[in-house]
């Protein structure tokens, strides 16, 4: 089975841009999970889709949103970018493995904001 | 807030040591309870991961306690070896939803 797969793997970005990041779960998996990772911070979770519904959120800015699509794909879109919105972006893909649900992750979108 | 609290920060141990880390979460409510090694340039794996409904598990030099009532959880590897260097971390959530909180990761050093 592959694994969790996205795109793009780097980006960089200037101020007050905006940027998408794609998620493509492992195939069967609904649920499909946004992390931010920074050395300060380390791993805050942003949100939670499953069914092309937002099931759970985080605590950041307006200016992070969602989406999830029919293929359980996703997409991650962050407005306006600022100098500290630089981070890893990791998705992570949950769904039912041997009778019980368990999240992977993907290798993460490498965002550096300028 | 939820809160997951990891310990120690860096951890250094000779090759074939065992190596503990421990960690604790605030939310009650929490039931899965997942360890991820991340590699440098990676994305967090899994290695093993406990519900709530069970005290302990293992897979072969990885083992898992969990202590509901005290809430608190520990990773415990045996036989280290240089490749198990890496960033660990803990994390609580509940499988009702992924919304999962990690602790701050531990850096592990194994020296051969």
């Known amino acids: 089975k592959a694994g969790v797969t996205q795109t793009p793997r780097y980006l960089i970005k200037t101020r007050g841009q905006q940027v998408t990041l794609s998620c493509s779960p492992i195939?069967?998996?609904?649920?499909v999970s946004w992390y931010q990772q920074t050395p300060g911070q380390g791993l805050q979770f942003l949100f939670e889709?499953?069914?092309?519904?937002?099931?759970n959120k985080g605590n950041f800015p307006g200016r992070f949103s969602g989406r999830q699509f029919s293929n359980s794909r996703s997409e991650m879109n962050v407005s306006t970018l600022e100098l500290g919105d630089s981070a890893l972006y990791l998705c992570?893909?949950?769904?039912?493995?041997?009778?019980?649900?368990?999240?992977?992750f993907g290798p993460g979108t490498r965002l550096t904001v300028l | 807030g939820e809160n997951v609290e990891q310990h120690p920060s860096t951890l250094s141990v000779q090759e074939g040591d065992s190596a503990v880390i421990k960690c604790t979460y605030s939310?009650?409510?929490?039931?899965?309870f997942p360890w991820y090694k991340q590699e440098l340039g990676k994305g967090p794996q899994l290695i093993i991961d406990?519900?709530?409904?069970?005290g302990e598990k293992k897979d072969q030099r990885i083992a898992v306690t969990l202590n509901k009532t005290a809430k608190h959880f520990s990773l415990h590897i045996t036989e280290t070896q240089p490749e198990d260097s890496a960033v660990y971390f803990c994390?609580?959530?509940?499988?009702?939803?992924?919304?999962?909180?990690f602790g701050a990761g531990t850096r592990l050093f194994v020296k051969a």
């Open positions: 994390a609580a959530g509940d499988t009702g939803g992924f919304k999962t909180i």
């Open positions: 939310d009650s409510a929490s039931n899965y």
């Open positions: 406990i519900r709530s409904n069970v």
């Open positions: 992570a893909s949950g769904g039912t493995s041997g009778g019980t649900d368990t999240q992977y």
């Open positions: 889709y499953f069914s092309e519904t937002q099931r």
């Open positions: 195939s069967g998996h609904r649920s």
